[in-house]
Nanobody, 115 residues
Framework: QVQLVESGGGLVQAGGSLRLSCVCSANIFYLIAIGWYRQAPGKQRELVATSTSSGRPNYGDSVKGRFTISRDNAKNTVYLQMNSLKPEDTGVYYC?????????WGQGTQVTVSS
């Protein structure tokens, strides 16, 4: 069983920045992938950014050039640096880990961007 705990969400004005953290109970070096998804009210959950076991990043089209995913394997932590935030970035941000045994989700952290 893998547990994921997100933090760092909050309220920020448009154009501002936030950094999210996701602490994983497992050694992230051995995960197939770990990353971030988000869900806005009334919308489906969508990809924000993921990092494979080799560290290769993959970003959703709406965040390319503004968000950066990074990882600290020693701390089993994945970060999401979010810059130039827009009101449409508002939503609950979830951390997801993919292992050979299945997929795991965190409880989510709320990000609200005011205009």
């Amino acid at each position: 069983q893998v547990q994921l705990v997100e933090s760092g969400g909050g309220l920020v004005q448009a154009g501002g920045s936030l950094r999210l953290s996701c602490v994983c109970s497992a050694n992230i070096f051995y995960l197939i992938a770990i990353g971030w998804y988000r869900q806005a009210p009334g919308k489906q959950r969508e990809l924000v950014a993921t990092s494979t076991s080799s560290g290769r990043p993959n970003y959703g089209d709406s965040v390319k050039g503004r968000f950066t995913i990074s990882r600290d394997n020693a701390k089993n932590t994945v970060y999401l640096q979010m810059n130039s935030l827009k009101p449409e970035d508002t939503g609950v941000y979830y951390c997801k880990a993919i292992t050979l045994g299945g997929e795991y989700w965190g409880q989510g952290t709320q990000v609200t961007v005011s205009s």
